[in-house]
């Protein structure tokens, strides 16, 4: 996990999730006595959780334990907390998948757990309420304050008709809860007046999963999609398919900014990898550019595009021994070829025209999409998404066969990743899976292994090898460029497989 250890760095990098203390509390000014809290669900015995919260306190300490479960009449809350100040809390759902600091939202000062943010607001509504309001006129976010007696313990169990755990537009999974230092009025924007943030927890599944770790990339517009990782070095790369910019963590240390969007012709960044001089490829998307970078400079070394004028979506890359390079085109029905000789420029043919192939383009649709190739470079193997159908291509002969797959669908396939003794790992993205198969010797079919899935994955698009055979997933939120917007902030994460 040492690829997750590196220091915060600027506001675009990815760095390390978890408590930083040492940052001045902002006190809350004196709130007054609140409203009578809404009554709690029956008192009867709590329902099995569906998603658990620690508590945390600024230094890391447990100081509170929260249990939620989805039922008939809503999602059933019930908290408890010890070892704070006696007197009313504000408590609440904040937006954001992150107890880091950040900036408080009325004076922009870094505060603790500033960086869950505001309140969950999926209405829109822009406006505090009561607890169990209507998400179109308050935050769905506000829940009742916490008691806490003059011991320093409290405890709320409570009923919210509006939220769920379970997947949906308001779902609270991996959201953050936060107890404040004063009493919530339930009125005063945008807090209810609650004072500074005191306790924090990410809500997560209750049940145990195979998600191991994380890693945060700031920015409200990253929707990254595509990863690399240098097994040698353990660095990390990763890009923005919307705005460009390719980001760098070195293992164990600060990350960076490796190259901007934008730069020399390139605006999007999708699929990636490292030849085996430890360059970077990466594909350009609608853009329709390949570019070279340099991992330690960010220079750009090489770039080439296909023909003007072609509706192109470029999408992955696969790197031969030989070093050549296969694009695939999700659009135009082409599968490129790029090969770079020493001392020429940098070379795109449209190696093979897939009309020509058993393989039939869906019109406006994402077509072939991940792409692998076999350590010795006789077969390659690409997902052509919108059908789930898996592709083997022979690049001697350029012959296409469909492999046979035996388990279930595949459609929504996008990142695929290549292991030991022939096994592939397949991204679904809409259906957030992980699925493991195991390829014949000759890859003329694939069978399934284990279909993973798990609430912290969100739209997947690709995967890397990470330490220990663990897989590194990026969480690519792209079904969430228009609305609902992303779950903040976007974020890799890691799979034990062993799990
Ligand atoms: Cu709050």
Redesign the pocket.
Known sequence: MSLFTSARASAISLRLTGLAAGVAIVAGCAAPVPPAAPVAPGGGQAPAPDAVVRLLDPSGREAGRAALADTAQGLDVRVQVSGIAPGAH???V?ANASCEPGPDPQTGQTVNFGG?G??FDPGLSRNHGRPGEHHGSAHA?ELPNIDVAADGRGALAWMHPHLTVKPGPRSVMGRAL?V?AQP?DYESDP??N?GA?ILCGLIEPAAPGPVAGRAILEGSNVFPEGIARDGRSGDVFTGSSSEGHIYRVKAGAQAQLLQAGGSPGRQGAFGMKLDGQGRLWVAGGPGGVVSVIDPVSGATLGQTLPPKGLHVFLNDIAIAPDGAAYVTDSFHPVLWRVSTAPGAPMAMEPWLDLRGTPIRYLPNQINLNGIVVSRDGRMLLAVQLSTGQLWRIDPATRGVTQVRVEGGPLTGGDGLLLGERNQLVLLRNATNEVVQLQLSDDWSAARELRRITDPRLRYPTTAAWGEGGRLIVVNGQLDRQKSPPPVLPFDLVTIDLAR
């Open positions: 504000g408590f609440h904040h869950a505001g309140h976010g936060v404040h919530d807090a209810g609650s943030r």
